[in-house]
Nanobody, 126 residues
Framework: QAQLVESGGGFVQAGGSLRLSCVAS????????MGWFRQAPGKEREFVGAIARVGGYTQYGDSVKGRFVISRDNWKNTMYLQMNNLSPEDTAVYYC???????????????????WGQGTQVTVSS
């Protein structure tokens, strides 16, 4: 059974940086596009970014473009989210997700992902 486990969340001051990791098991990691989403209290889950299976193609949500960078290491079955210049508006639970289609393309749509991690909390203080 596929499983995703996030780590790396925590508390950080505004302007700081954090790096999240997402380790996959139970699936052929390199076959799937991956995504990051986040959910703040009282808000819907928001697209953060996505990365293709290979080749490094990425896409980002407008609110994080230019500040966040997604990467992956298929040998380590791990995806990363480097978050820079954080602001209190970035406070949320961050989730990684695997696309539901093997060999599919990246997507901004939550419904295109069917395997989710448990989430990791990121809190940014002003």
């Amino acid at each position: 059974q596929a499983q995703l486990v996030e780590s790396g969340g925590g508390f950080v001051q505004a302007g700081g940086s954090l790096r999240l990791s997402c380790v996959a098991s139970g699936l052929t990691f390199s076959d799937y596009p991956m995504g990051w989403f986040r959910q703040a209290p009282g808000k819907e889950r928001e697209f953060v970014g996505a990365i293709a299976r290979v080749g490094g193609y990425t896409q980002y949500g407008d609110s994080v473009k230019g500040r966040f960078v997604i990467s992956r290491d298929n040998w380590k079955n791990t995806m990363y989210l480097q978050m820079n210049n954080l602001s209190p508006e970035d406070t949320a639970v961050y989730y990684c997700a695997a696309h539901k289609r093997r060999y599919g393309g990246t997507s901004r749509q939550r419904d295109d992902y069917d395997t989710w991690g448990q989430g990791t909390q990121v809190t940014v203080s002003s």
